[in-house]
């Protein structure tokens, strides 16, 4: 831990679990705790036992440390009236984690009154200046890597990264989650949000996490997947992680019962059988990847429902599948990593 205590700002998204996917990952995952949600559209209840405030004043008397913006927003950028809640956190003496992509440190006004204060910005999707192409030594390293992919954004595929690393961990594995968005840079501490990156070097910069991860002592690495190969607005990012990180195995992720592309009406899902197979086509060539199971997001569903979709994603790919958040990750990581020929 590194002596954070987190206050989420919310506003309005505090029970939304796709725009706010932000503050419930922290709220799961994060190593530091989170002692309060700034969300006064619920002020006075709780979300799993944290309070929720109507206004920084109020989440005072819990000693947060840090704001960090729990949500997602239009474009990535901020509402004006968040900008009041922004300066309200500063003037309170609170560091602020952002993950938009409009950055902090670059306002010139939240940057003044942060030095006024003493406190840091800090810019998770900010990525890093020197990014390149890759170099190839995401072929060299000497670790089996993962990669998360969907059918879908927003289907879960950070969490099923992180819950498969747990799982890997637990039995002893040198196992390293590797964030590649801000949710998962506030979680692990590191990382590089490669939705931000300039195109060309994005298959670099998924290079270089991959060789940090490993760095880090990572022999099985976890890679959060980002977008998604079918949809029309995010199948860059997809394809330029896909080719960067250089997996030796992909999961597939993906909600049951979805049949078009979210937001986008009109745009039909590929059944998974076809998912399947075009991520097998669309890997690396110097590396060519196999899905080696399927992970359910099965919230919306009740268990009985949940293990028939389950049963149904097994019949129609001849793969295993599971939920591992719902139903552990055992399932999932014995055939990935039999695929991936990793002892345990």
Not at 71 to 95: C, H, N
Not at 287 to 316: F, K, S, W, Y
């Amino acid at each position: 831990m590194s002596g954070k205590r987190y206050l989420i700002l919310a506003e309005g998204r505090s029970d939304d679990p796709h725009y706010g996917k932000t503050a419930r990952g922290v709220i799961h995952y994060a190593v530091d705790p989170t002692v309060a949600i700034l969300d006064s559209t619920h002020a006075g209840e709780t979300y799993n036992g944290i309070p929720i405030v109507a206004t920084v004043n109020d989440a005072l008397c819990f000693n947060p440390t840090t704001a960090i913006v729990g949500v997602a927003t239009q474009g990535g950028r901020f509402p004006p009236e968040w900008r009041d809640l922004l300066k309200s956190s500063i003037a309170k003496g609170l560091d602020v984690e952002n993950g938009l992509h409009e950055f902090l440190t670059d306002d010139a006004e939240m940057a003044e009154l942060a030095r006024r204060h003493g406190v840091e910005l800090r810019d998770l999707r900010k990525p890093p200046s020197d990014l390149n192409v890759p170099s190839g030594e995401n072929l060299q390293i000497p670790a089996r890597i993962a990669l998360m992919v969907g059918s879908d954004c927003a289907v879960g595929k950070k969490t099923v990264a992180i819950e498969l690393d747990r799982e890997a961990r637990r039995r002893g594995l040198a196992s390293v989650f590797v964030p590649t968005g801000q949710t998962g840079i506030a979680i692990a501490g590191w990382g590089i949000a490669v939705d931000a990156v300039v195109s060309d070097f994005l298959a670099g910069a998924a290079e270089r996490l991959v060789v940090e991860g490993f760095r880090r002592g990572g022999e099985l690495l976890f890679v959060e997947g980002q977008g998604s190969l079918v949809n029309p607005a995010y199948s860059g990012v997809t394809l330029g992680l896909m080719h960067g990180s250089a997996p030796h195995a992909f999961v597939l992720c993906h909600i049951p019962g979805t049949v078009e592309v979210e937001g986008y009406p009109g745009h039909p899902l590929p059944s998974l059988p076809e998912l399947v197979e075009l991520h097998e086509r669309m890997a690396l060539p110097a590396r060519p990847a196999r899905v080696a199971c399927v992970a359910l997001n099965t919230l919306g569903l009740d268990e009985d429902a949940a293990r028939a979709a389950i049963a149904d994603a097994e019949a129609r790919t001849g793969l295993p599948a599971d939920d591992p958040v719902r139903f552990g990750g055992k399932k999932l990581l014995d055939p990935l990593l039999a695929l991936m020929s990793v002892k345990w």
